[in-house]
C-alpha cells in the first residue's frame, strides 16, 4: 500500500521515497499480515505495511551476513564517502523526512527538523571516523616478538529502536557500526517505522551495497527481537528502550554471549542550587523537562530546588510552563505535541494523583487536554517529596515534580539514590561546588548549567540500570569493533 494522503499532502516530493514496501533494503514480506500506522495527534492512517516476523528476520540476517564480509573489506574511505552521499541526502530532505516524523510521532515540526539534523550530524561524524580506526603497536617483552593489536568490525549488528527519537536514534546506532563494517538488521518501534523507511530509501540512493542495510517492519517486536538476539550469525544487539525490555533482550544475548549496546530507562535529578543563575536555570528545566514532551530518556524527572531559591524558581518556571502550548505537530508555534498513546496519559495521572494524595499541590496543569486524545496539560508539582511515585519512576511525560531541598550533600545522595544512572544536571555557580556535585553524581552524562548535552561529538549513555556503552563521540564507534591482538614470534 502507497501513504495515505493523510501523510502526503505535507510532502513536497512523495514520490521520493517510492512507496516504502518496495525498497530493496526491506525484507521481503512472506505472509500477507499487515499493520497500520496512525497520526497520534489526529488518530489518521497515515500508511499500512506488511508485518514481518521471524522467517523475514531470518532472511535478512542471512543477507546481512553475507553482504557485511563485501562492505568490511571496502576501503573506510569507500565507507565514508557513501556515509557522506547519505548525510548529504537527509541535509537535502530535512524538510519531507522532518513532516514524516511529525505525522507519525507527532512532536512539533521544528523539533522534527531539528531531530533530522541531528540524524544527519551522526552520519558526518562517523563519515569522518569511519576514517579514524587505529590500531596500536606494543613494546614487546622479548627481542624475538612483535605485538601489534588490530580494530576489526564486529560483524551483523540487530538493531531496535525507539518511537520517540525514531530519526535519530536510526542514525545514532547504525552510522558507528556502518561506519567499523558492520551491516545492519534495524526493526523501528512499530509506532512510528515510517521515517526509518524514507531514511532507508535515502541510504539506497547513497549507493550502500545491497544486503548492508536490511529494514524489518514488524508489529510483533518479541518475536524479531528474540531471533535478533539468539540468531548466531547476528554478533551484537543495540537498543534503546525501557530497562525491563533491556533486560529481557540481555537475558536471551546471554547463550551465546552475544554483546550488547544497551540505552535503557532514567530518572535523572536537575537541582538548582542557591548560588544558580536563577534565569538560566528555569530556561534550562523548560530545555530538559518538556523536549519532546518529557518524552526522552534523559529527561529531568525530579527537579530539586535549594530553599533559598524554592519558591522563586517554583513561582518563574511554572509561570513559564503555562505558556507552553500543546497541540498538532503541524500547527505554528505549538512546543508540545501528543503524548504517543492513551498508556503513556495513565501513567501520568497515576502519578499526579499518588502525589496530591500524599500532600502534592498542582501549581500548573494537572489535566488531560481532550477527553479522547493523548494531549495533557505542562504540568507542575511542588511539595514533593522523595516517597511518591513521580520522584521514584520515570514519568515519560510533560509533568515537572520540585522537590525542596536544604542540604548540598544529601540532594546528591538522594539524587544518587536510584537504579538508573543515564542524566542528571545541576545549576550553580561556586566552581569547587561544581567539580565535587559533577564527581559524586551517579551519572553516564551530567549537564552543569545547561538543560541539553546530547550531541554527536559527545559519548551518550548510562551507568547502573540505565544501560551499557555509548553512542557518539569515538567512543560510540569502538563499540562496534574487535579488538584483535596479534603476536608475531620467531623475529
Ligand atoms: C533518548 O531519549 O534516548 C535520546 C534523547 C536525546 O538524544 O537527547
Known amino acids: 500500500m502507497t501513504l495515505t494522503p493523510a501523510l502526503t499532502r505535507h510532502l513536497s516530493n512523495p514520490d521520493l521515497f517510492g512507496d516504502l514496501t518496495s525498497m530493496r533494503s526491506l525484507a521481503k514480506p ?12 489526529t488518530g489518521e492512517l497515515l500508511a499500512e505495511l506488511p508485518d514481518m516476523g521471524v522467517a523475514e528476520t531470518k532472511e535478512a540476517i542471512d543477507k546481512a551476513y553475507v553482504a557485511q564480509a563485501e562492505w568490511a573489506a571496502m576501503t573506510a574511505r569507500a565507507r565514508s564517502d557513501v556515509l557522506w552521499r547519505w548525510h548529504q541526502l537527509i541535509v537535502d530532505h530535512t524538510d ?8 507519525e510521532m507527532g512532536k512539533p ?88 523507511g524514507a531514511m532507508f530509501a ?51 544475548c546471554a547463550d551465546q554471549i552475544k554483546k550488547v ?19 538560566a536555570a528555569v530556561d534550562g528545566a523548560i530545555q530538559a523537562k518538556f523536549r519532546n514532551g518529557g518524552q526522552t530518556c534523559v529527561s529531568a524527572n525530579r527537579l530539586y530546588v535549594q530553599a533559598g531559591v524554592h519558591d522563586e524558581f517554583a513561582e518563574r518556571f511554572a509561570a513559564r510552563v503555562a505558556t507552553l502550548s500543546v497541540g498538532d505537530g503541524f500547527a505554528p508555534d505549538v512546543a508540545i505535541g501528543p503524548l504517543i498513546d492513551t498508556r503513556a496519559r495513565a501513567k501520568i495521572e497515576a ?16 489535566k488531560r487536554i481532550t477527553s479522547d486524545g493523548t494531549f495533557f496539560q505542562p504540568t507542575v508539582l511542588t511539595d514533593i517529596s522523595s516517597a511518591m511515585r513521580v520522584a521514584q519512576e520515570e514519568t515519560f511525560g510533560p509533568l515537572a515534580p520540585i522537590i525542596r531541598f536544604e ?19 545541576f545549576y550553580a555557580s561556586n ?11 551517579e551519572y553516564g552524562m551530567v549537564g552543569i548549567n545547561t538543560g541539553r548535552m546530547s550531541s554527536e561529538a559527545a559519548p551518550f549513555g548510562g551507568m547502573k540500570q540505565s544501560g551499557i556503552g555509548r553512542e557518539g563521540s569515538r567512543h560510540g564507534l569502538e563499540d562496534y569493533l574487535e579488538m584483535k591482538y596479534l603476536c608475531m614470534g620467531g623475529i
Request: glycine share 8%.
Open 407 to 425: 542540604d548540598a550533600d544529601q540532594v546528591v545522595r538522594e539524587a544518587n539514590d536510584t537504579i538508573y544512572g543515564l542524566a542528571a544536571y
Open 96 to 103: 519531507d523526512l522532518g513532516a514524516i516524523l511529525t505525522a
Open 202 to 252: 535515502l541510504a539506497e540512493k547513497a549507493g550502500f551495497p545491497d544486503g548492508v542495510l536490511n529494514l524489518i517492519y514488524s508489529a510483533e517486536g518479541d518475536a524479531v527481537g528474540h531471533e535478533l538476539c539468539t540468531n548466531a550469525k547476528v554478533r551484537k544487539i543495540s537498543f534503546t528502550g525501557s530497562t525491563e525490555v533491556g533486560r529481557l533482550l540481555m537475558r536471551q
Open 351 to 366: 502519578h499526579i494523583a499518588d502525589a496530591l494524595e500524599k500532600g502534592g499541590t498542582i501549581r500548573c496543569g494537572g
Open 261 to 279: 549496546s544497551l540505552e535503557l530507562g532514567g530518572n535523572a535529578p536537575f537541582i538548582v542550587f542557591d548560588d544558580a543563575d536563577i534565569d
Open 109 to 196: 515540526l521544528a523539533e522534527a527538523k531539528s531531530e533530522v539534523s541531528h540524524a544527519a550530524a551522526y552520519l558526518q561524524w562517523y563519515a569522518e571516523e569511519a576514517n579514524r580506526i587505529y590500531g596500536e603497536t606494543i613494546s614487546a617483552p622479548s627481542t624475538d616478538r612483535r605485538m601489534l593489536v588490530i580494530k576489526q568490525p564486529i560483524g551483523v549488528v540487530g538493531t531496535i529502536t525507539p518511537w520517540n527519537f525514531p530519526a535519530s536514534m536510526v542514525a545514532r546506532k547504525i552510522s558507528p557500526a556502518l561506519a567499523a563494517g558492520c551491516a545492519i538488521v534495524l526493526k523501528p518501534a512499530e509506532q512510528t517505522p515510517l521515517v526509518a
Open 30 to 41: 512472506l505472509g500477507k499480515e499487515t499493520f497500520q500506522v496512525f497520526n497520534p495527534s
Open 431 to 441: 566552581l569547587k561546588r561544581v567539580w565535587r556535585v559533577a564527581e559524586a553524581l
